[in-house]
């Protein structure tokens, strides 16, 4: 089981810019073989999907975040990025980080303790 690592969260003024990092390690797969994904997760909410990347760079943002965030990996770093520009209070919530394997016909999931980012209006 990999360990995910999530960096950067803070609390932030609206309309505030914040850079979330997330770093695989103690994998003999390395991050450029994952799929990644940032989640988050509000108080009294269920996780969603915010943003993801796969393994050729393709993303995906939820509609709420488009034009806002921008999710980007370096595979030399073994880290994925999440940048957070014109913040606003519903962004605040535990960002989670996850890492997706698939391995022959299995897949694996490895997800990060969570980061908190706090938006103040």
């Known amino acids: 089981q990999a360990q995910v690592t999530e960096l950067g969260g803070g609390l932030v003024e609206t309309g505030g810019s914040l850079r979330l990092s997330c770093t695989v390690s103690?994998?003999?797969?390395?991050?450029?073989?994952?799929?990644m994904y940032w989640y988050r997760q509000a108080p009294g909410t269920e996780r969603e999907l915010v943003a993801g990347i796969d393994r050729r760079g393709d993303t995906i943002y939820t509609d709420s975040v488009k034009g806002r965030f921008t999710i980007s990996r370096d595979n030399h770093e073994n880290s994925v990025y999440l940048r957070m520009n014109s913040l606003k209070p519903e962004d605040t919530g535990v960002y989670y980080c996850k890492a997706l394997l698939r391995v022959m016909t299995t897949t694996y999931e490895d997800w990060g303790q969570g980061t908190q980012v706090t938006v103040s209006s």
């Open positions: 103690r994998s003999i797969f390395s991050i450029n073989t994952r799929d």
